[in-house]
T-cell receptor, first 112, second 111 residues
Framework: GEDVEQSLFLSVREGDSSVINCTYTDSSSTYLYWYKQEPGAGLQLLTYIFSNMDMKQDQRLTVLLNKKDKHLSLRIADTQTGDSAIYFCAVSFNSGNTPLVFGKGTRLSVIA | DAGVIQSPRHEVTEMGQEVTLRCKPISGHDYLFWYRQTMMRGLELLIYFNNNVPIDDSGMPEDRFSAKMPNASFSTLKIQPSEPRDSAVYFC?????????FGQGTRLTVV
């Protein structure tokens, strides 16, 4: 089945850019997502990208997709302390009519 | 819309007791998912429904787990009997088209 891998931890200084990386195994993945989870809360959908796109930008967030290498990244510009959370990469295939498969999440710590 | 609503937010129960978790999906969403989150295993899909019909329950760990969706606005996940290893956060999510939204989760502790 599909496997999604992320590094577990990332620490950055406030004001710097954060880059969270994700790799996946299924080349037929059609939608790729980033979710954010704050302590004690559910998963908040941040953004997603369709597999025929290379990049998507939404305010401070930039998603890059390298389909050849099956690599997805999330860049957060001007990282703030409020961005400290766990970030999950998720993929679905079959035109999105299948459940999301999640990575284990990257814990982002922002140092003031 | 209020989003996906789960209840209770926290549940503490004794081993052997029956536990029922509830979910109200976002109106108009045709998919509903139940996930379980633990430190060791991350987010695991338990079961999902399309238009109230269970599609895949292969993630349900044992026969002690069951889920129903009697109508488009309500689903339950039941554990009977509960065991300490069932302690986790259980999430419900609903989806229409490409976007899936999660509830706040139910933190279950079985002692």
């Amino acid at each position: 089945g599909e496997d999604v891998e992320q590094s577990l931890f990332l620490s950055v200084r406030e004001g710097d850019s954060s880059v969270i990386n994700c790799t996946y195994t299924d080349s037929s993945s059609t939608y790729l997502y980033w979710y954010k989870q704050e302590p004690g809360a559910g998963l908040q959908l941040l953004t997603y990208i369709f597999s025929n796109m290379d990049m998507k930008q939404d305010q401070r967030l930039t998603v890059l997709l390298n389909k050849k290498d099956k690599h997805l990244s999330l860049r957060i510009a001007d990282t703030q302390t409020g961005d400290s959370a766990i970030y999950f990469c998720a993929v679905s295939f079959n035109s999105g009519n299948t459940p999301l498969v999640f990575g284990k999440g990257t814990r982002l710590s922002v140092i003031a | 819309d209020a989003g996906v609503i789960q209840s209770p937010r926290h549940e503490v129960t004794e081993m052997g007791q029956e536990v029922t978790l509830r979910c109200k999906p976002i109106s108009g969403h045709d998919y509903l998912f139940w996930y379980r989150q633990t430190m060791m295993r991350g987010l695991e899909l338990l079961i999902y429904f399309n238009n109230n019909v269970p599609i895949d329950d292969s993630g349900m760990p044992e026969d002690r787990f069951s889920a129903k969706m009697p109508n488009a606005s309500f689903s339950t996940l039941k554990i009977q009997p509960s065991e300490p290893r069932d302690s986790a956060v259980y999430f419900c999510a609903s989806r229409r088209a490409t976007e899936a939204f999660f509830g706040q989760g139910t933190r279950l502790t079985v002692v």
